[in-house]
């Protein structure tokens, strides 16, 4: 007598499937059509994103030469990373470049990532980039960018979501460099609406700290950045709401009294946070309670002696409570939450050029995705 098949319900199936790594979900999408349908689905990508998105962040390491890749869980030991590869980045070649020459990531800006994606910045270009899905979107120029003068810099940039339309926003801060006619900019690309829009009636009086693009920061619904307010000639920390679409600034710690060397925004854990490194030693501030400037509290100051190039900037926390950061070259290096050196991780020759980018592996699309590699 044969006995009928026994079948898993589908709630249950989904139930296991939201619990498995991204890269087991794509590759079970090859399984079997059930499969396929399951995983391919908008609210499966977001339940899942929800689920394991505080349990699975990674370290997206690149370096020249042909922008090798490693994927760094920092919750173990940093010289244990989980793969090496060459992920296809022929997205970001002009297609006009009959030579196709070799990208180099010291000429890539990324620093900041969102729900998955992570924001690339080459060549005046802006690209989106699911290292897992391997999905990307180039954002289009703004309209106003051919109309800017000759000292306009496009200087700060930003990536975040606003939950409350379920929209992407990419913002970048421009300025006019000439100190006798200061003036700036914020617009800011709607991947929902497909279109850049301006804020206006509204000056701003904000200008770069570096002379190189900075990313900003995102952390309580908000992008961070650090820069210098041209009317007071003082460095301030200035943060754009993604839901009311405003711009607010907030004061630096009043015990930052000298002007460090190297000086910039993080978020440490819960906490806006603010790091100053200046002969060999690292300092770095929490502000405890978001927008109150009496808040900011000194937390840890350490010595980056053991550390080859002399160079410590942090870019994320474990759940212990120790402190990831780059050598500024080749490596990364952990410190325990008491700023103890615990270990030193080089990934390549040290002028080989690297980018650092921690995000969350995830399913998630874009509105309107249809850039793939």
Known sequence: MEKNPQYLPQELIILILLRLPVMSLLRFKCVCKLLFSLISQTHFAISHFEITAAHNPRI????????????????????????????????????????????????????????????????????LWNPSTRVHKQIPLSPNSSYLGVNYICYLYGFGYDPSTDDYLVVVVSCDTDFHNFSSQLEFFSLRDNRWKEIEGTPFPYMNTSDYSMVGSVFNGAIHWLAFRHDLSMKVIIAFDLIERKLFDMSLPDDMEHEPIYCDLWVFGEFLSVWTMDSDIVEIWVMKEYKVHSSWTKTLTFSIDDIPTRYFSPICCTKSGDIIGTDGTAGLVRYDENGQF????????????????????????????????
């Open 342 to 373: 615990l270990e030193y991780s080089s990934y390549c020759i040290e002028d080989c050029g690297s980018r650092v980018a921690v995000y969350t592996e995830s399913l998630l699309s874009l509105p309107d995705d249809n850039d793939q590699d």
């Open 60 to 127: 997206l390491f690149m370096s020249n030469p042909d922008l090798e890749t490693r994927l760094i869980d920092f919750e173990t030991s940093l010289s244990d990373y989980y793969t090496s590869t060459s992920l296809n980045l022929n997205f970001m070649r002009p297609r006009s470049d009959p030579r196709r020459r070799p990208l180099y990531c010291n000429f890539i800006e990324t620093k900041c990532s969102c729900r998955g994606f992570i924001f690339l910045h080459h060549d005046s270009n802006i690209y």
